[in-house]
């Protein structure tokens, strides 16, 4: 009798509830939770506090706050668990979902307090655009991409620079592998390798060096050639870097200047001759000094200019000349041989019977004394005859004749 009663009561209470639910009085959840109490042996009351617990009137039952299903849908599809709120309490959003590759858009709608009524709120996610660009590195430029994340793109065309050799691409020092997925904002950059060209130096057009570099390297100029008597012009149009191509580069001597001078040591003046190195001097005329005789220069004049100046220097000899005196018919006066300037005093004096010796000219002028020889010369004795005079005392002769006299009787 005990069992019966008891079926009996819980037909009832189950009939209530169910009742309860049909008229929304009484949420699912709740339902459930009764249910599990009666397949349990729990108490009514653990399910129905006592605020909540139901009365009826008119056969409807009536009860308090009531509690609503709140779900979260992302592009159509449950996400998370799902949430019982009762109805006016506060609704806290929860975290966005991230899904990689795509942005969220946010929960849309979302009521502040939960509505009598279960509540959906809805979010999505849209699918990022992302962009790879190509650094070609100084090359002809490569247009970037934009496309859907997870697009696998091909490898663009190869770009060209001049002076190198494309050989690939590159992620962060990495070779970038293609097709290549887009998953984030990269920069792909050129991989190059430099080519190698020939520098070659000419002087006045024949070959002087040859060098290698690869483009783009510093280019250290070639050593300026020596050579005798020329100055080098320098490498023309030589660039500091080498460029994407062989390169000739042209350079050219100057021949050098120089002077012969001339030192004629008291002759006549000789102009100093400027020519260009290995050019043919013509030696000049010789030069003349008064009393001496050009016998060369100190040192042999090049035919053609040295790599210097030089300077020369007159040699002389100094002339002698004869003095002969001409006695004109007295006594005779030996002539006498001199260096040139040398400076000579008068002879002894000539006689000539029946004469006065008169002194020496040279063509017809008196010579004075002491003579500097110049030249040769020829003195000539001048001779008078004596003069007489008579007076009371008788004849008179003067000095020079009774010298002649005198010498005669000797």
């Known amino acids: 009798m005990t069992d019966m009663k008891k079926v009996i009561t819980s037909v009832a209470i189950f009939l209530l509830v169910a009742a309860a639910v049909v008229t929304k009085g009484f949420s699912e959840n709740r339902f459930h939770k009764l ?26 039952p009536q009860t308090g706050d009531r509690d609503y299903t709140l779900t979260y849908e992302v592009d159509g ?15 806290i959003p929860r975290e ?44 002809t430029k490569v247009a970037a991409i934009t496309a859907d994340y997870g697009t696998e793109i091909s490898e663009p065309s190869a770009p060209s620079k001049p002076g190198f050799s494309f ?4 992620i962060d020092g990495n070779e970038a592998v293609f097709p290549f ?15 190698e060209y020939t520098l070659s130096y000419y002087i006045d057009g024949s070959l002087f060096a040859e060098e290698s570099y690869n483009s783009g390297d510093t280019v250290a ?51 100093p001759v400027t020519l260009d190195f290995g050019a043919e001097i013509e030696v000049p005329e010789a030069p003349v000094k008064e009393g001496y005789t ?43 041989t001199a260096d040139y300037g040398t400076v000579i005093e008068a002879p002894q004096r000539t006689v000539r019977l029946g004469f006065i010796f008169g002194g020496w000219q040279i063509d017809g002028k008196d010579v004075q004394w002491p003579y500097t020889v110049r030249e040769d010369v020829t003195m000539t004795a001048q001779w008078n005859r004596p003069k007489l ?21 000797k």
């Open 35 to 60: 249910r599990a109490a009666f397949a349990g042996g729990e108490a009514v009351s653990s399910v129905f506090p006592e605020k909540e617990t139901a009365s009826v009137s008119d056969g409807i």
């Open 77 to 91: 599809k449950p996400y998370g668990e799902e949430e019982i709120l009762t109805a006016g309490s506060v609704i």
């Open 96 to 139: 966005k979902p991230v899904k990689e590759g795509y942005t969220f858009s946010g929960w849309y709608a979302v009521p502040a307090t939960m509505p009598e009524k279960d509540f959906v709120i809805e979010g999505s996610f849209s699918l990022n655009r992302v962009t790879v660009s190509f650094d070609t590195f100084g090359g």
């Open 167 to 170: 050989i690939g691409w590159e």
């Open 181 to 195: 997925t887009l998953t984030e904002e990269t920069v792909i950059t050129a991989r190059w390798r430099a080519k």
């Open 221 to 271: 100029p070639a050593e300026a050639p020596v050579k005798e008597g020329f100055t080098f012009s320098g490498w023309q149009n030589l660039p500091a870097k080498m460029p994407g191509g062989n390169l000739r580069v042209e350079g050219s001597y100057t021949a050098n200047r120089y002077t012969v001078s001339f030192d004629t040591d008291g002759g006549s003046a000789i102009a």
């Open 294 to 336: 050009f016998c060369g220069w100190d040192r042999t004049i090049p035919e053609t200019m040295p790599a210097g100046n030089i300077k020369v220097t007159a040699l002389w000899v100094i002339n002698q000349y004869t003095v002969t005196f001409d006695a004109a018919g007295g006594t005779k006066v030996s002539s006498l």
């Open 389 to 409: 005079s008579l007076n009371t005392g008788g004849m008179k002769i003067i000095p020079d004749i009774v010298l002649l006299l005198f010498r005669f009787r």
